[in-house]
């Protein structure tokens, strides 16, 4: 899909369905499908799995974040996530309900690159992941003037990573979503730029409702949430209608009036030692022990099946860490861990297998490490 077909009406008054990726065969038939925009998405058992978002939904939400973004028609919108993902896709989709520019950074990631591209081309919004953010800070790249928002989604960004940013001038803020809520469910306002970085807590979108439900899992309801999911079903696809008002994230939370701190998938947790522990809180912390050294897309830790514990925790790393990095990381983190979060003996790939946003792909990781 060109980002420049989401710049036209044409497209958003089309209501023939449309995969925002590559979608295997044809799109079904199907009344529901009508007006929808197609994203794929894991599914937990290994079928294909697409989202369907309403258009309107999509620019319910662009509308959102606009507004608490303080978008106008001379801002400008720079794409440089993949289109197929919601992030990416929400922004062209913001940059057309504003009436403002667009511009696409085509060229392979480099941070010297992109940090010339927003100049050049007087990007005043953008988003981006962690991993980008990690590397404008690792090659001390300054941010151009103009530049007055960087939503970062996709992972938590931390906060020695997030302020050292901020030192070198780029207005990260820190946001939290899904695909099935078209994008973004809360971000951090504008405002939160005159004080230090903090990741969390993270202001709550108003065209979103929020509770708690089991497990102090975080259930949404509001305009932009998904119409339902199309699964492969071996060779026919199957259409899912989303049936109630409130959706099941599958996320653990703090809410409370300030916003929404995120805890780490549900489906995530392990049993070790007895114990429910989040493998995900454990790269939080090496991240955060690497006092900014150690990019997110360059590490995880993977329960693997022990015997006696239920589970035991590894830590992964990709082949270009420092070794003693490594090593002083993994010091200091076991200085204070108790039993059920101790790590067994770091595993190296090469490379640490990867998703196009940077994220860890657990299941391979863990298949690699099993072998």
Same mark, same amino acid.
Request: proline fraction near 8%; charged fraction near 20%; aromatic fraction near 6%.
């Given at each position: 899909?060109?980002?420049?077909?989401?710049?036209?009406?044409?497209?958003?008054?089309?209501?023939?369905?449309?995969?925002?990726?590559?979608?295997?065969?044809?799109?079904?038939?199907?009344?529901?499908?009508?007006?929808?925009?197609?994203?794929?998405?894991?599914?937990?058992?290994?079928?294909?799995?697409?989202?369907?978002?309403?258009?309107?939904?999509?620019?319910?939400?662009?509308?959102?974040?606009?507004?608490?973004?303080?978008?106008?028609?001379?801002?400008?919108?720079?794409?440089?996530?993949?289109?197929?993902?919601?992030?990416?896709?929400?922004?062209?989709?913001?940059?057309?309900?504003?009436?403002?520019?667009?511009?696409?950074?085509?060229?392979?990631?480099?941070?010297?690159?992109?940090?010339?591209?927003?100049?050049?081309?007087?990007?005043?919004?953008?988003?981006?992941?962690?991993?980008?953010?990690?590397?404008?800070?690792?090659?001390?790249?300054?941010?151009?003037?103009?530049?007055?928002? *960087?939503?970062?989604?996709?992972?938590?960004?931390?906060?020695?990573?997030?302020?050292?940013?901020?030192?070198?001038?780029?207005?990260?803020?820190?946001?939290?979503?899904?695909?099935?809520?078209?994008?973004? *469910?809360?971000?951090?306002?504008?405002?939160?730029?005159?004080?230090?970085?903090?990741?969390?807590?993270?202001?709550?979108?108003?065209?979103?409702?929020?509770?708690?439900?089991?497990?102090?899992?975080?259930? *949404?309801?509001?305009?932009?949430?998904?119409?339902?999911?199309?699964?492969?079903?071996?060779?026919?696809?199957?259409?899912?209608?989303?049936?109630?008002?409130?959706?099941?994230?599958?996320?653990?939370?703090?809410?409370?009036?300030?916003?929404?701190?995120?805890?780490?998938?549900?489906?995530?947790?392990?049993?070790?030692?007895?114990?429910?522990?989040?493998?995900?809180? *454990?790269?939080?912390?090496?991240?955060?022990?690497?006092?900014?050294?150690?990019?997110?897309?360059?590490?995880?830790?993977?329960?693997?099946?022990?015997?006696?514990?239920?589970?035991?925790?590894?830590?992964?790393?990709?082949?270009?860490?420092?070794?003693?990095?490594?090593?002083?990381?993994?010091?200091?983190?076991?200085?204070?861990?108790?039993?059920?979060?101790?790590?067994?003996?770091?595993?190296?790939?090469?490379?640490?297998?990867?998703?196009?946003?940077?994220?860890?792909?657990?299941?391979?990781?863990?298949?690699?490490?099993?072998?």
């Amino acid at each position: 899909m060109d980002p420049a077909s989401l710049m036209h009406s044409d497209f958003w008054n089309d209501s023939a369905p449309c995969a925002a990726g590559r979608f295997t065969g044809a799109i079904p038939d199907l009344a529901e499908l009508r007006a929808q925009v197609l994203f794929e998405t894991s599914g937990s058992s290994g079928k294909p799995k697409w989202i369907a978002l309403g258009k309107h939904a999509l620019r319910v939400s662009a509308d959102a974040v606009n507004a608490h973004l303080d978008v106008t028609v001379s801002s400008c919108w720079g794409l440089a996530l993949p289109l197929h993902h919601v992030g990416g896709f929400g922004v062209a989709s913001r940059a057309f309900a504003a009436g403002c520019r667009l511009e696409h950074f085509a060229p392979r990631w480099q941070p010297e690159t992109f940090t010339r591209w927003i100049a050049d081309f007087q990007i005043t919004h953008t988003s981006l992941v962690p991993t980008q953010v990690h590397d404008l800070v690792a090659g001390q790249h300054r941010a151009p003037q103009g530049l007055r928002a *960087i939503v970062v989604g996709g992972g938590r960004l931390d906060t020695t990573t997030g302020r050292a940013a901020r030192a070198l001038g780029w207005p990260v803020l820190a946001s939290y979503g899904m695909t099935e809520a078209a994008s973004q *469910i809360a971000t951090q306002p504008l405002a939160a730029l005159d004080a230090p970085y903090e990741s969390a807590p993270i202001p709550v979108l108003p065209i979103w409702q929020t509770k708690f439900g089991d497990d102090d899992q975080l259930l *949404i309801a509001g305009p932009a949430l998904f119409s339902g999911t199309l699964i492969c079903d071996g060779e026919a696809w199957i259409y899912h209608a989303r049936s109630l008002p409130w959706h099941e994230t599958r996320d653990r939370v703090q809410l409370e009036a300030r916003g929404i701190t995120p805890l780490g998938r549900i489906d995530s947790m392990v049993k070790v030692l007895g114990e429910l522990i989040d493998p995900q809180s *454990i790269e939080h912390e090496l991240l955060t022990l690497s006092n900014g050294k150690l990019s997110p897309q360059r590490i995880a830790v993977i329960a693997v099946p022990d015997p006696r514990g239920e589970h035991a925790l590894v830590p992964v790393f990709d082949a270009s860490v420092d070794r003693d990095l490594m090593r002083q990381i993994l010091a200091y983190y076991s200085e204070g861990a108790p039993g059920p979060r101790r790590l067994r003996q770091p595993v190296i790939l090469e490379p640490l297998p990867l998703s196009p946003l940077g994220k860890p792909l657990r299941a391979e990781i863990l298949r690699m490490i099993c072998e």
